[in-house]
């Protein structure tokens, strides 16, 4: 086993099986298309299962690590590896490519090779930015995942899905220059290298420590997404079609705060100390402010857009409290945030493939019709509102309480969505889901099949049997998130 | 390592149930449904009395079961707790259950939901078990969120009633709230004490206490476990519905009559009075704390009693005097009586099921119709339902040698030897709650069960359906007559749900309802005089509930003055609290029975009074326009004027009109015309010609 490139399969599997499923063509095809991508994907999630199972959780070291000469002149390499802060996101994304493949199964019926396409490659490139060591290279993975996720928002978008294409990338080009220059500054201060494990070593002073941080910040902030550069993600959201919301939402997001910890915190330890509060301040403002803003929405797709930025927010807030129980409960919530918002934008896409809208008032009632779907949908939402039992309640459980030895008023501001963030998921549920039969197009809703039935049980599997046991996704976090501790801690400054 | 296995079984036999009735509840047939979760509730009730015997042989347990999660230096368990304290309420939870469970044949007979309400009522008895048996405060928490998930599911069990999908989610937010405070307290738990098991937590709180405080506003220092104990307290004041939080209470009377019986006066709500009296060690160190409980405790205790007076839906009188009640248990915290308040709790338990319970059966009787106006003569009709019903009103005012009079008595005795701050006005409120509870006791056992038979008189029909559109309009204020019964279907004007027709007659209930009735009343009758001795002045929670007995001294004292169960019940007679409940009886008896004209000019003649009472002290209106409104207008002025407005509308579209006004301005010079070029050349020219000849 130690001699399988995973990391090359998990990420050029996928890759390869997208340009397979490109080349079936003409929709004439689809069938296979779809079946050729159900393959990949799941051939795609089966080689990332060793990372796990044969992953030492006593060492903070790279694991699986491949290194390759790849552009000698400039000291590029290819250079990849995980530890225990990337290697869960690997198997993640694998697995939420699986159930996008299954989520558009029989509702993309146009372009259906390209659409699955695109989302293999993207899997593929997503993978290869949580395994990624050397910069450059996690520079192109990083840009490159952009490209597929723009094109199934513009191709296979809603109405308006040109002007959320571009919003979403232009948000997110403006942030990668910023990280562009600041990978060439620390190429050059290091003496010619890419590789970020020797970043994480080099000495800086102050104030390059803080103009790298702040690049970092405003590249990831637009990812994961902070305030206030956050407003493109309920517009993607809206637009994308089902397949593109649950990878922008499971996957996409977590970019940026993967970014955070394995670029700002070990690159500028001091800077980040310096700026903490910063974050801080715009991690809860995104936990109020945003919790308020997801209350008044009409559409249900932005509500949970909405409530995405809000749950990130505890992810930020969690990374600069600078404790294990912080980082570990940020970690444990991105992972959790992909199985519920998952769900939840699943679900919401359920209901649009019957009814053409997102409108909740539109609904009313659509339990009396779907009660398998009112069901998944309560479970859902309840891990959304971060119920006990299931994976949403063990992050902000872990952040919140990481938050009281910090600051109490911090975690009490934090903790106002233990109130507000019930408020927006319930209210929203009771208005669609609960009530009398509202109009026609709620009496003609036929309940979920088997293959919705199915993607259902996946993302029950994951939110329930992480509230349920979080022990497994935590004990092979420790030697990493103590190791980056025990790293940030020291300062830089010579 | 038998018993470990044992004390497994208490919580998973009844989720195994839940499982069952719950995934097939589409599939397999209401007798499996019903036979799974009463033989899996049954089993918990079972082993819950095994279990007891072997703490009573002096067999405690305190272990894990397994290890949820490592983080930093803590760890988080699973486990299991098992004192005298757990079994008393492991054995009020599985018995009152299992009654509960029995009953709901009959009670939820004609319902689409069967087979769902009892995986419900399962998955509620397995949560708080976890809550019961909890050996640590992640775990109580975790039962604590999900019995109040459980309740908001069953009060919006009736799913297309628009007052019953509002109260579950009214009911679910103001918890909430409480758990906002809660989750707070653990957290400083977790901080100072770096652990969230109990026993290591009380071990370490006295040298803790003496030493820290913590700085919370500015300079302003406040003792740590004052802070704590608060926070947790005000996950209890959620819970267990105190004032203000109690306003969920009343509205959650939209769910079926069985879990108002179960969950919303028997076991959930006094959640928060289970837990303060296990956190006796944290709240003994706090003065502060104490007072504060018995100042909420009071308000409820008195205030909502006041409600009970004017309600005419029978059971949401039942449910006031649930939270008047649920405040008695709260003072007896407050003055370090926790043993007596878990005695109340207890004896509380069986016979406010068994009014519940019997609300519901008269509730069957008049064909669903809650209101105690078209009432009246019952027990010619429903014997069973009327002495079992007697029994429990009996024993809620305290009658002696009754389970609630023993519980109460000694609740008040309790408050009058405290010197705590906030006693004096605590013994104002419970001596005072004495009498409002008999008033509006037997004001509806006259008007339910006595009298004139006032039913089947107006064509109810046309009215109760108006009123019900009426209350489906306003939402929730409406709380006339509500039918119980109205569920799932699209019918609304389904007839025979709406009360009786003109002639009809209400009947007695099938026995699947009167055993449970029957069941109850026996422990309603005699648990007090059987329990008061031991649990209160024996050693039986001498390991569980830990009373600094130097500042104090209440139970000491209390333990002077009993001279026995029967000694007491008959020193009773010569005290005020006994004449106040009489005193209570007897008005309610002529104003209800004798001259019924004097109600009716008391209310027209204080208007103001009726109608803040009606208004329930306004609490639902201020709740509803300040923060539900609040909240609302909040998130509405931050999307639009923030989101929309400021960050879209002037910096996003800012940038790219600044963008398009740059490039407008560059192509000014782009016109293609070679005399425009020249010209701006021979400009140029001329400006550096300037500045090469001004250098010097």
Request: proline residues 4%; glycine residues 10%; hydrophobic residues 55%.
């Amino acid at each position: 086993m130690s001699g399988t490139p995973l990391l090359s399969l998990a990420i050029w599997v996928p890759i390869l099986a997208g340009l397979l499923v490109l080349a079936t063509g003409s929709d004439r095809n689809a069938p296979l298309a779809r079946m050729l991508s159900l393959l990949g994907a799941v051939a795609g999630l089966l080689v990332t299962i060793p990372l796990y199972t044969g992953f030492d959780m006593h060492t903070p070291a790279m694991q699986f690590v491949e290194l390759k000469s790849w552009i000698p002149s400039f000291n590029v390499n290819y250079h990849l590896g995980v530890d225990g802060i990337s290697m869960l996101f690997v198997i993640l994304n694998s697995f939420i490519t699986v159930t996008v493949v299954l989520a558009g199964w029989q509702v993309i019926d146009s372009k259906v090779a390209q659409y699955n396409a695109g989302f293999l490659i993207m899997s593929g490139l997503l993978n290869g930015i949580f395994s990624a060591l050397d910069g450059l290279l996690f520079y192109v993975f990083f840009e490159a995942s952009l490209i597929p996720l723009y094109l199934i928002i513009g191709i296979w978008g809603g109405p308006n899905r040109v002007y959320a294409a571009f919003k979403f990338f232009l948000f997110t080009l403006l942030g990668s220059l910023l990280f562009l220059l600041a990978l060439i500054y620390m190429y050059l201060k290091s003496g010619g290298s890419f590789s970020i494990l020797d970043w994480h070593q080099m000495p800086l002073g102050m104030a390059p420590q803080t103009w790298l941080f702040l690049a970092f910040l405003v590249a990831f902030a637009v990812k994961v997404p902070m305030w206030p550069v956050h407003t493109w993600l309920p517009d993607a959201h809206v637009e994308a079609p089902t397949g593109g919301s649950i990878v922008l939402a499971a996957i996409a997001l977590k970019l940026g705060a993967y970014g955070f910890l394995r670029f700002s915190l070990p690159i500028a330890p001091d800077a980040s100390h310096q700026l903490a509060g910063l974050v801080i301040a715009l991690s809860l403002i995104a936990i109020i402010y945003i919790g308020f803003v997801a209350l008044a929405q009409e559409d249900m797709k932005k509500l949970v857009a909405y409530s995405s930025i809000a749950h990130m927010g505890f992810v930020t807030l969690g990374f600069f409290i600078f404790s294990a129980m912080g980082i570990e409960g940020a970690l444990v919530q991105m992972i959790s945030h992909g199985f519920v918002s998952g769900a939840m934008f699943f679900s919401i896409g359920v209901m649009y493939d019957r009814a053409h809208s997102r409108q909740i008032a539109d609904y009313g009632g659509v339990v009396n019709k779907m009660p398998k779907f009112a069901a998944f949908f309560m479970l859902f939402a309840m891990a959304n509102a971060g119920l006990p039992a299931t994976s949403g309640f063990v992050g902000e459980f872990m952040v919140i309480l990481a938050a009281v030895g910090y600051n109490f008023w911090i975690a009490f501001a934090a903790a106002t969505t233990m109130v507000v963030g019930a408020a927006y998921t319930l209210w929203m549920y009771k208005r669609v889901v609960f009530g009398a039969v509202a109009n026609h197009h709620v009496a003609e809703l036929a309940d979920i099949n088997a293959r919705e039935f199915f993607i259902f049980v996946l993302f029950a599997l994951g939110a329930l049997g992480m509230g349920l046991y979080p022990q497994p996704f935590t004990e092979v976090m420790h030697s990493s998130v103590n190791e980056l501790l025990r790293h940030v801690a020291l300062s830089k400054i010579q | 390592m038998e018993m470990q296995k044992l004390y497994l079984m208490v919580p998973l036999a009844p989720l195994v149930g839940a499982i069952i009735a719950g995934l097939f509840c589409r599939v397999i047939p209401r007798w499996m449904a019903h036979t799974v979760t009463i033989a899996g509730v049954a089993v918990a009730c079972f082993v819950s009395f095994v279990i007891f015997q072997d703490v009573m042989a002096g067999n405690t347990y305190n272990g894990p079961v397994y290890q949820w999660l490592t983080s930093g230096e803590y760890r988080f368990e699973v486990g299991f707790l098992i004192d005298q304290l757990t079994v008393t309420m492991m054995l009020v939870v599985t018995s009152v259950s299992l009654m509960v469970h029995i009953y709901t044949i009959g009670y939820m007979q004609d319902d689409p939901g069967y087979n769902r309400f009892f995986s419900y009522i399962s998955l509620f008895t397995f949560s708080m078990l976890m809550l019961v048996m909890s050996n640590n405060f992640m775990q109580l928490f975790f039962g604590w969120e999900a019995v109040g998930l459980v309740s908001y599911l069953l009060i919006g069990f009736w799913y297309t009633r628009p007052t019953a999908i509002f109260a579950n989610l009214k009911a679910f937010l103001v918890n909430r709230v409480g758990d906002f405070g809660f989750i707070l307290g653990i957290g400083l738990v977790l901080t100072y004490f770096g652990t969230l098991d109990y026993t290591a937590v009380f071990a370490k709180a006295p040298s803790l206490a003496s030493e820290t405080s913590i700085a919370l506003f500015g300079e302003g220092r406040v003792a740590l476990m004052t802070a704590i104990c608060i926070l947790l307290f005000i996950g209890a004041m959620g819970k267990s519905a105190q004032v203000p939080l109690h306003v969920w209470l009343p509205d959650s009377m939209e769910g079926p009559t069985p879990i108002s019986a179960l969950i919303h006066a028997a076991t959930m709500v006094t959640a928060g009075i289970f837990m303060v009296a296990r956190m006796s060690p944290l709240f003994e160190l706090s003065d502060t704390a104490l007072s504060f409980v018995v100042v909420i405790g009071s308000i409820t205790a008195l205030f909502m009693g006041f409600l009970g007076v004017i309600q005419n839906d029978i059971k949401r009188v039942v449910a006031y005097s649930t939270l008047s009640q649920l405040g008695y248990m709260t003072v007896a915290l407050g003055v370090s009586a926790y043993s007596v308040a878990i005695f109340h709790l207890m004896t509380h338990a069986f016979f406010k099921a068994l009014l519940f319970l019997g609300a519901g059966s008269v509730i069957i009787g008049m064909h669903h119709d809650q209101d105690i106006r078209n009432m009246g003569g019952l027990r010619k009709y429903m014997p069973i339902t009327w002495i079992t019903s007697l029994i429990g009103s009996l024993a809620l005012i305290g009658t002696p040698f009754f389970a609630g009079f023993y519980s109460k008595d000694s609740i008040i005795e309790a408050v009058a030897l405290s010197h705590l701050p906030g006693s004096g006005f605590a013994y104002f409120a419970v001596m005072a709650g004495v009498f409002v509870t008999a008033f509006y006791s037997f004001r509806m056992y006259f008007l339910v069960f006595h009298g004139e038979e006032r039913f089947g008189k107006v064509p109810h029909h046309a009215e109760t359906v108006a009123t019900a559109k009426a209350g489906h309009a306003s939402a929730h204020d409406d709380h006339s007559a509500h039918d119980d019964a109205h569920h799932a279907s699209d019918d609304h004007d389904a007839g025979h749900h709406h009360g009786l027709a003109p002639g009809q007659k209400p009947h007695e209930t099938p026995w699947v309802v009167t055993l449970p009735l029957v069941m109850l009343a026996i422990p309603s009758v005699v648990i007090g005089y059987i329990g008061i001795e031991p649990m209160l002045f024996g050693d039986f929670f001498k390991q569980s509930i830990f009373v600094d007995s130097g500042a104090h001294p209440v139970m000491k004292e209390l333990a002077h003055h009993f001279h026995g169960a029967f000694a007491m019940a008959t020193h009773a007679v010569t005290t005020a609290v006994f004449w106040l409940a009489f005193l209570g009886v007897a008005l309610s008896w002529f104003l209800y029975m004798k001259r019924p004209d004097i109600p009716a000019a008391i209310k027209s003649r204080f208007g103001a009074l009726y109608t803040l009472l009606d208004n329930k002290y306004y609490f639902d209106k201020f709740n509803d326009v300040v923060f539900a409104g609040g909240a609302r207008l909040l998130g509405r002025g931050l999307w639009k004027g923030g989101d929309t407005g400021l960050i879209d509308g002037v910096i996003v579209s800012g940038a790219v009109h600044l963008v398009g006004w740059l490039s407008a301005v560059a192509r000014l010079f782009q016109t293609g015309h070679i005399y425009h070029y020249a010209f701006t050349m021979i400009i140029g020219v001329f400006v550096l010609m300037t500045l090469w000849v001004t250098r010097a």
